[in-house]
């Protein structure tokens, strides 16, 4: 299945729904706001999959972020060997783990602003993992059972910031900087390995299957869940390849006006206006 959050407009309000997507149609699962409302709920899956509510064409729509409010985002660093190569670092032996908090979140197609603060804003294109089901050390056998799917996300990043300090947070989370979505896939259909690439106007800058991780998605779910429970709905932001205008020479930065593209296979696409800041 593929499960979307839509903005719909009641009155003059916008309102979430939670949907799931068949071809072209947006079906709304009622009672639901949003994905991550969806996920915390017992039965789920069956859920969506009977789900028979209002329908709404997929072109055009207006998506929010897949999981508007998660409860963690928490993100590895340092998990393609490319980029750890490109970046000057070793092959860790542990994952690097960082967070991100829900107000750096936008949908899919929304505008991505530069902040007036920064003028070294990045690029990172990601595979995001969903967690469907709680969990506390949960073994990396039984990690598969614990995620409810997969999504794109982009981990933007304002460089200056990031590297102030030893601690990345303050350059990872700014706010309304993250495209994640458009959709939820769930496990089932899909499994990483697939192609993921970031595009700035059309020109490629980052090209690797995801199935080059260094720590797998099963591994990241019992390492996490190691530290703190994880419950539905939390994301794992499982970290970038080699490609980003950091590492580059000279250094390339996202610039007013650019289209920033990031595709993985099977999941779908995000496309993101850069726009300055009011």
Known sequence: ??????????????????????????????????????????????????????????????????????GKIICVGHNYRNHI?????????????????????????????LPQESDAVDWEAELAVVIGKKGRRISEADAGDHIA?????????????????IQWLQGKTWEKSTPFGPALVTKDEFSAGPLMTSAVDGEVQQSTPTGDLVFTPEFLVSYISTIITLNPGDVIATGTPGGVGHAQDPKRYLQEGQLLVTTIEGLGQLKNRVIKEA
């Open 149 to 165: 799917g997969y999504a794109v996300l982009n981990d933007v990043s304002m460089r200056d910031y990031q590297f102030r300090t």
């Open 1 to 70: 299945m593929r499960l979307l959050t839509l903005r719909t407009s009641v009155g003059d309000k916008t309102v979430n729904k939670a949907v799931r997507q068949d071809g072209d149609t947006l079906t709304e699962i009622d009672g639901f706001a949003d994905v991550g409302e969806l996920l915390r709920s017992e039965g789920w899956e069956a859920t969506a999959k009977a789900a028979a509510g209002a329908t709404h064409p997929l072109e055009g729509a207006d998506l929010d972020a897949v999981v508007p409010s998660p």
């Open 85 to 113: 190569k490109e970046m000057g670092r070793e092959v860790p032996e542990f994952p690097t783990l960082f967070a991100k908090y829900a107000e750096s979140l936008i949908g899919p197609n929304d505008d991505l602003a």
